[in-house]
């Protein structure tokens, strides 16, 4: 089973950029399909992005969708999390996830998490 590390939060500008990485330990990391999810205060933890183990295939939330970009390098072991045009309701805090079987969209797909990271966007 991987474990997850992720990297890159801090406070930006909207309208600025951010690349989050997770940085997954174990040599099966590209057997695993691998998400993106968020939580903001208050809130439930929701679904921004995932794509499958080879890369192919991936999917966003409309939310997201054409701002952020999910991509992975097996080699590296790390998926990433390329959002741009950031808006103040993009603050929260950003976990990976991975999944041994499909690149879900929903959180109880996943079950391995990492420790999150945290992004804040201001106006």
């Known amino acids: 089973q991987v474990q997850l590390v992720e990297s890159g939060g801090r406070l930006v500008q909207a309208g600025g950029s951010l690349r989050l990485s997770c940085a997954a330990s174990?040599?099966?990391?590209?057997?695993?399909?691998m998400g993106w999810f968020r939580q903001a205060p208050g809130k439930e933890r929701e679904f921004v992005a995932a794509i499958n183990w080879s890369g192919a295939r991936t999917a966003y939330s409309d939310s997201v969708k054409g701002r952020f970009t999910i991509s992975r390098d097996n080699a590296k072991n790390t998926v990433y999390l390329q959002m741009n045009s950031l808006k103040p309701e993009d603050t929260a805090v950003y976990y990976c996830?991975?999944?041994?079987?499909?690149?879900?969209?929903?959180?109880?797909?996943?079950?391995?998490w990492g420790q999150g990271t945290q992004v804040t966007v201001s106006s």
């Open positions: 996830a991975a999944s041994s079987s499909y690149y879900y969209t929903t959180t109880d797909g996943y079950n391995v």
């Open positions: 174990g040599r099966t990391f590209s057997r695993y399909a």
